[in-house]
């Protein structure tokens, strides 16, 4: 994430904060990440110099105008403005985090060889809210090459307990051991 997304992301959180704004504006964020991910050349026009800033805002007026919250166009202005709505994504993501730490929300991703089972990710979730005290976003991803068990990342680490790493465990025992 660059220094320019955690700053504005950051500051739009902040304000909206303030006003008590944090929910409506976190649903029309991400209905706006949403559409620029299916039609990414709105944000290339949005971030073209070659049209003039004042056009590009006057798009997002004409695009965004009444549906999202006058904080959130102004917001969009600034970065197209500043030349950093290639940042929006990121911006997007600092938003949710902030949201989360204020909430007690952690996001973890499941990432297993088979899918999970309704029973063994209630039971994953009961375990993870109980361990951490939070309140868990938990997203499952499926990857042949675990072999077996699970692996969870959150917060830029991983609890690794697949059988993949068990053997590569194993193999690196029984490498450097001295017959």
């Known amino acids: 994430m660059t220094d320019a997304a955690t700053q504005y992301g950051g500051a739009l959180y902040s304000l909206c904060k303030d006003e008590g704004l944090v929910p409506e504006v976190l649903s029309q964020l991400e209905t706006l990440q949403g559409i620029f991910e299916s039609e990414p050349n709105f944000l290339v026009l949005l971030g073209t110099p070659s049209v003039p800033k004042a ?31 290639k940042q929006f994504a990121g911006c997007c993501r600092v938003f949710r985090q902030c949201y989360n730490e204020d909430h007690g929300i952690l996001c973890v991703t499941a990432v297993t060889a088979a899918p999970l089972s ?26 042949s090459s675990c072999l077996g068990g699970v692996r969870l990342d959150f917060d830029g680490k991983q609890v690794d307990g697949t059988l993949r790493r068990r053997l590569e465990d194993l193999r690196n025992i029984l490498k450097n051991t001295v017959l």
């Open 55 to 85: 056009e590009r805002c006057r798009i997002l007026d004409e695009v965004l105008g009444e549906k999202v919250h006058p904080y959130l166009l102004n917001f969009m202005k600034i970065l197209t403005e500043k030349g950093y709505v």
């Open 118 to 143: 309704d029973a063994l990710r209630q039971k994953l979730l009961e375990k993870l809210s109980s361990v951490t005290g939070k309140t868990i976003d938990l997203s499952c991803k499926i990857d």
